[in-house]
């Protein structure tokens, strides 16, 4: 029987996934459970708009990341630190600081975590740091650390 699933199974399948399922373990496990219900017509084409739909979603979310990144290839974000006589910073510039003055100074929320940072910043100057928008979608920011 073919049943398609409203829940992640282990050992049987994903939600959303169409599975070919023994009459027995589908009408006395997984209907009942309200696990899976059968693949008729109506179901199927609901599983397809929910799909199409996700697709939508997807390819709307990837089109804003693009023009994100498009956005910070032309900004340079200064970040003012306190700094020694040779350049060197006391402390350094994190990726939490970098995604906060993005979001201050010019109102593009990035998260932290998307911010590709091997360590954190410790000398002034110029800086080109990649963050991960979308999959797929890597925007280039340039920071200038520069002394307060």
């Known amino acids: 029987m073919k049943v398609i699933l409203k829940a ?8 959303d996934e169409i599975i070919n399922a023994s009459d ?17 017509t109506e179901n199927l084409s609901k599983l397809k708009a929910k799909n199409d739909s996700k697709a939508y979603q997807k390819e709307q979310d990837k089109e804003a990341a693009i023009k994100v990144a498009d956005k910070l290839s032309k900004i340079l ?9 040779n350049g060197k910073i006391f402390g350094g510039v994190s990726a939490k600081e970098i995604a ?14 998307k911010i590709d940072l091997d360590e954190t910043i410790k000398n ?3 800086k080109t740091v990649e963050i991960k928008l979308f999959e797929g979608v890597i925007g280039k920011l340039k920071i200038d650390v520069i002394s307060k």
């Open 8 to 15: 992640d199974i282990k050992g049987v399948g994903k939600k």
């Open 24 to 40: 027995g373990y589908a009408r006395n496990f997984l209907l009942p459970k309200n696990l899976a219900v059968e693949a008729n």
């Open 77 to 85: 974000l200064k970040i003012p630190v306190k700094a020694g006589e």
């Open 100 to 113: 906060d003055s993005l979001e201050k100074e010019y109102q593009i929320k990035v998260d932290k975590k």
């Open 124 to 126: 002034l100057g110029v």
